[in-house]
Nanobody
């Protein structure tokens, strides 16, 4: 089971740190990904980390999160974090964490999903 938390309302330029706490199985061996879905849009990849955190990838679309968002994981706490800085209104979305056998940038390889946490960035 994955439990995402840490979302909220923040002004543009602000920061939030999302957490994804895993329970019920050994998620430490899984790759963990973050996705987001804005109203009326497809769920899109934000970033992901391999189980060892030796390989971390971020979305590479225009106006990307790269350089603003940072993924980390704490195996002792079975938790993955998404630190989001310099937030923009276009970052507004429901953010989901997911676990899969290997790092992937698409949704399909991720088998387990959290319930999502709302992030709203006001201008």
């Amino acid at each position: 089971q994955l439990q995402a938390s840490g979302g909220g309302l923040v002004q543009a330029g602000g920061s939030l740190r999302l957490s994804c706490a895993a329970s019920g199985r050994t998620f430490s061996v899984y790759a963990m990904g973050w996705f987001r879905q804005a109203p009326g849009k497809e769920r899109e990849f934000v970033g992901a980390t391999s189980w060892s955190a030796s390989n971390i990838r971020y979305a590479d679309y225009p106006d990307s999160v790269k350089g603003r968002f940072t993924i980390s994981r704490d195996h002792a706490k079975n938790t993955v974090y998404l630190q989001m800085n310099s937030l923009k209104p276009e970052d507004t979305a429901v953010y989901y964490c997911a676990a899969g056998a290997s790092l992937a940038t698409t949704r399909e390889p991720y088998r387990y999903w959290g319930q999502g946490t709302q992030v709203t960035v006001s201008s």
